[in-house]
């Protein structure tokens, strides 16, 4: 598949997933697409856990809450960010994590997955990013900030509808088609 | 070339560029991969200028100031973001415009073009993106936070040093590898 089909084929897809398990190698190279992303003065601020054993799985989602779509994906992918400083007093831990789901969602698509950037459940005011980081052992200077459920999906996929290209995009100057 | 593939040899270009211009139909695709990505809550609160006309170009290059290899290419697209609430309080718009930039940046690689993400530099206390918008008509309620040369390389491409997947990537648990 090419990149440019991958990248349109992407959705956020939030139905239910078969029980076909992801293997190791599809998860690794779904991860590497995920840390070949750029991150703001080559940081490298993000980092990734997999997580594909069911009994983890289940303490997980046990924190997450109900979700139950994706409940049924046999993987997912946890996202830790750094707060680094990059340049000047500036830090890129959004951009730099944002890039390496993007990546990932790319690759997913690449290799027959689907999967969804879940974030705002897990970082609001309920810190369940601060719980699913305990779950896993992750220390108090990473923070998890995402998941990625990961899996073959068992539904039809949709595609949201988004504004038409000249609404977004232009030419030579703002709203210049 | 597959999404892999072009994820793998994306890099951040920082040569110059050949004179070769790069078609209307090439931005628009790249532009195209941009808007495809994921925003929170469907909110796409990113948009995009692709620039070549070079008398435009060497304006927007007069507030930039001297970026001598990025200087050399045909055509830039400028990313411009808005604060849009898209869940609770929450506003994604770095997530959004950081997917969309990924994005393009797989396109252009399969496209056979270089780009690189210049943000730190026009985002800083000297507001060079404000100057910027101020040439492409922008008005204050979008922000313009990043600029993306596009061409064709003319100089080696080369991949800056990362860290080794063992200490970014792991597997139900951290650094369980």
Redo the contacts between chains.
Sequence with gaps: ????????N???YRGTYTNETVP?EA???I????????S???K?T????????PE?LGKLRGVIGPLEPSDTAPAMICVLTQQII???D?C?S??DY??A???M???A??LGYETC?Y??RIT?VDKIGRKMADV????DD?ELVCFLPIGVAAQPISH?E??P?GE???????K?I
Tied chains: 1, 2.
């Excluded at 991860?31 to 750029?38: D, K, R, T």
């Excluded at 977004?168 to 703002?174: L, P, S, T, Y």
Aim: charged share 20%; net charge positive; glycine share 6%.
């Design positions: 598949m090419t990149a440019l089909t991958a990248i349109k992407r959705t956020s190791r998860l690794i190279k991860m590497e697409a995920g840390l070949a992303a750029p703001g003065c080559n490298q993000a980092s990734l856990i997999a997580v594909d054993n983890l990059a340049y000047r500036r890129f959004v951009h944002s890039a789901i993007e990546n969602l790319i690759a698509v690449e950037w974030e705002g609001d896993l052992g992750v220390p990473y949201p988004k504004k290209f977004r995009a232009w030419f030579n100057g703002f210049n």
